[in-house]
């Protein structure tokens, strides 16, 4: 067997040489060291080798395997830098002028103020033992209407203009509630996650309301996990993002999803467009939340006499909004270089 895998490396030297695209080099790094690969091949005959042999044989296909992988890997960057070099004669352009363009901070890119936030709540919950999810934007009704304990005749789907697919089965998710079904089947509890994503809702659009906008869900459930535990959360990533204890206030809201559910405020002063100094405070409406209804928790594939939980859905770009003092939500997505590039140095 060793001979054997001594012969594959030299036959893959051999292949790999004259190759001169990547599509082939990947193909030949299958042939050698993909799942179904020769060396794969070879290693399924190690069942009927003596001890020795297996101290022998595990090292040295390890070995070769590394040395295809390097190989591979320099092949690729040889084959990038040639395909650079002959568009360089052929299409006379300087690519190395945008990288000097980049250190003078001439037209460079930037993150978008809600990624930034977004961002930014991820790390807070990562330090706290949460994970990040994913969800899919085109959903299905069970994700984002039944399984959350909103039937079909129930009133609260009103609530949310939905924009649907023809076939009346898909729609656009209109908020990142799903992705607390979508976690909840894919773990066991304990668990505590985070959801970030861009949801979409057929709205009328004004300076606090966009039609396509983003949520941050979050999720704990657990043995005993209570309200109190809701509020200390809220609390710690409010004094996070804003570097300082926030005044907030809970009063109750309706989501058939959670039971009890509520609203949480925050005091803030409304900026004044005209009058810098004359502001007015006020409390602003930034975080509905509450404690998972059994339902939810049944529907996710979690045991509700056992477990309790907490959910929360963060409207990320009114929070910018709060943050950045602005006055109308439409700015944030306009696509107009002015106002995004304000934000670009980050
Ligand atoms: C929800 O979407 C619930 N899924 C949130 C939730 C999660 C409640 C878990 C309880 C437990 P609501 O429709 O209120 O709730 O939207 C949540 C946040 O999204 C709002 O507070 C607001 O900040 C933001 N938001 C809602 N509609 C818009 C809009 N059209 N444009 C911009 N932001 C919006």
């Keep these: 067997m060793i001979n054997k895998i001594e012969s594959l490396w030299e036959s893959f030297q051999k292949e790999v040489t004259p190759l001169d695209k ?31 042999e297996k101290k022998l044989i595990g090292p040295k296909s390890n070995e070769v395997k590394k040395n295809i992988e390097t190989s591979i890997q320099d092949k690729l960057k040889d084959i990038q830098i040639s395909e650079m ?16 363009n980049l250190d003078l901070g001439l037209n460079s890119g930037g993150i978008h103020p809600v990624h930034q936030i977004q961002r930014s709540i991820e790390d807070i919950f990562l330090s706290m033992g949460f994970e990040v999810l994913d969800g899919p934007h085109i959903e299905t009704e069970h994700y984002n209407f039944e399984a959350l304990n909103i039937p079909e005749t129930h009133p609260a789907r009103d609530m949310q203009d939905t924009f649907w697919f023809k076939d009346k ?5 209109t908020h990142t509630s799903t992705i607390q079904i979508r976690g909840m089947e894919e773990r066991k509890a304990p668990f505590a996650f ?9 709205e009328r659009i004004d300076a606090t309301h966009e039609s396509c906008f983003h949520q941050l869900e979050g999720m704990m459930v657990g043995e005993n996990i209570n309200t109190g535990h809701l509020i200390y959360f809220m609390k710690t990533l409010l004094k996070e993002i804003f570097q300082k204890d926030m005044e907030v206030r809970l009063r109750p809201g309706y ?13 803030w002063k409304k900026p004044d467009p005209k009058d810098e100094e004359a502001r007015h405070s006020g409390w602003l409406e930034l975080l509905p939340c509450g404690m998972v209804h059994p339902n939810v928790l049944k529907a996710g594939g979690v045991d509700p006499d056992k477990y309790t939980g907490f959910a929360f859905g963060l409207g990320l770009d009114r929070l910018v909004m709060v943050n950045y ?5 439409r700015y944030l997505h306009k696509g107009d270089l002015r106002f995004n590039s304000q934000f670009s140095h980050f």
């Design 194 to 202: 985070v959801g970030p994503g861009k949801v979409f809702r057929c």
């Design 22 to 52: 990547q599509a082939d080099v990947l193909n030949l790094k299958a042939k050698y060291i993909g799942k179904k690969g020769l060396i794969s091949e070879v290693m399924k005959g190690l069942r009927d080798a003596s001890v020795e």
């Design 85 to 100: 070099n002959e568009k360089l004669k052929k299409e006379k352009i300087d690519f190395s002028l945008r990288d000097s």
């Design 255 to 267: 989501f058939p999803f959670v039971e009890p559910g509520f609203e949480l405020d925050i005091r």
């Design 169 to 173: 089965a898909h729609l656009l998710r």
């Design 325 to 329: 003092k602005m006055d109308d939500i």
